[in-house]
């Protein structure tokens, strides 16, 4: 049976957005292509950067997508028109039961081909931009058309962290086990179709070269400086904070066990699949807060000790959205932390993931009432401005049009 993808309407009446500068350089048509669109989380604000900073010079012409929960992202994404797999209207695609569909990925991403191919027959584009971290980056373009791939990471749960996936559950463990390989082959041989990577930290670009035997350039994801800011000194609290989706990877099971140990006050932000196997093993110092607006995770961030970040992430943009707040950072030492998190000035690493090692941190960690600390928390933030991301982005369009 043919599986074709089908289009749905803007979210919202495309006759708001913005007139775009007129400029000397020829204005190119630009599709846009994202695993999912299910909330706004951290690659789905790299997502509103490139499309805010495209549609000043040049037509987004369609967004292409496997998943699509019909919720608000954001006022930039939800103008634009998308297509979604058809497969994505099957039960099993709702939230984050779609991660047991990944044997079908691959069929989701062709059928997406399909739909671009048809589209750019019909009215031609110049540039395909994925941001994947999953299976879009497989995405086939045009004949004649370059791919630039912005990877948030090889899809964890096949590549780097199967076992911590497989926590979740024997069944999920024996479906990743069987299908894996499988899958591992299909992400390697299409990322033949990207002309160039573009990856999120220099843990990722290893990842890139690792998986797929590419080198990428390195463009950091932007911190909203605009949105996380420090609050009055004397707001500050004695709770840690966490600021996660609730999946197996990120080990929120380490701050829930230290603080259990020590009966400290915790807050967790975040939903996922588990947050009730979380919930039992909490203690009555651990608080669960679902997902807050921005303005309540702001005054988490300015209120809160400092932000226990216990797993190994790719870039991970939750702890410079603390430091932005003057909220230093208890990380794990590996992958993107090491890239924004400085020990002993921003916060602090430990090694092994034990609530032993842990506290350890905690005990070492920078006292976020100290000016010097505030300081050089929203100093080391500011290194990752939107604008500096926006024109790394320009470069990597330019350099891969010239290719």
């Known amino acids: 049976m043919t599986i074709d993808a089908h289009p749905a309407a803007p979210r919202h009446a495309p006759a708001s957005e913005p007139t775009p500068r007129a400029t000397g350089a020829r204005r190119l048509r630009i599709a846009l292509a994202h695993d999912w669109l299910v909330s706004l989380r951290g690659g789905e604000r790299v997502l509103d ?3 805010r900073m495209l549609r000043d010079r040049h037509e987004v012409t369609r967004l292409y997508t496997m998943f699509d929960a019909g919720g608000p992202i954001s006022p930039a994404i939800d103008l634009l028109p998308r297509t979604t797999a058809r497969l994505s209207n099957m039960p099993l695609a709702r939230g984050a039961l779609r991660r047991w569909m990944l044997p079908l990925y691959p069929r989701m991403v062709a059928d997406l081909s399909r739909a671009l191919a048809r589209d750019h027959a019909h009215t031609p584009i110049d ?20 791919h630039l791939c912005y990877c948030h990471t090889p899809a964890r749960y096949v590549w780097s962290q199967q076992q911590e996936y497989a926590r979740a559950g024997s ?7 069987a299908f894996a390989p499988h899958f591992r082959a299909w992400d390697r041989r299409t990322a033949a179709n990207v ?22 350039s390195v463009v950091h994801p932007p911190v909203q400086l605009g949105a996380f800011s420090p609050g009055p000194p004397a707001s500050r609290r004695d ?11 990120k080990r929120v099971d380490l701050a829930i066990d230290a603080a259990r140990h020590r009966n400290h006050p915790l807050v967790i932000v975040g939903t996922g699949s588990m947050r009730r196997p979380l919930e039992q093993r909490a203690g009555p110092s651990v608080r669960f807060v679902g997902r807050p607006s921005d ?22 943009i939750v702890a410079l959205e603390a430091q932005a707040c003057a909220t230093p950072v208890v990380a794990r030492a590996a992958g993107g932390a090491l890239e924004t998190v400085v020990d002993g000035a921003t916060g602090a690493m430990f ?3 034990t609530p032993d090692a842990l506290l350890n941190a905690i005990d070492r960690c920078p006292d976020s009432r100290d000016d010097e600390v505030a300081r050089a928390c929203t100093e080391n933030a500011a290194r990752f401005a939107e604008d ?14 010239r290719a």
């Open 49 to 51: 950067d490139i499309v």
């Open 127 to 146: 540039l395909l931009i994925s941001t994947s971290s999953a299976a879009i980056k497989g995405l086939r373009p045009p004949e004649g058309v370059p």
């Open 171 to 177: 069944l999920q463990s024996l479906g990743l086990r």
């Open 195 to 216: 002309t160039r990577f573009v990856a999120n930290s220099a843990h990722t670009a290893r990842e890139i070269k690792r998986c797929y035997d590419r080198d990428a």
């Open 239 to 249: 709770f840690w904070l966490v600021v996660s989706a609730l999946e197996p990877y």
């Open 295 to 316: 303005e309540e995770l702001r005054d988490l961030y300015r209120r809160a000790r400092l932000l226990l970040f216990p797993q190994i992430e790719d870039f991970g």
């Open 351 to 353: 090694e092994e993931p």
């Open 388 to 401: 500096r991301f926006m024109d790394a982005m320009r470069n990597e369009i330019d350099a891969v049009l």
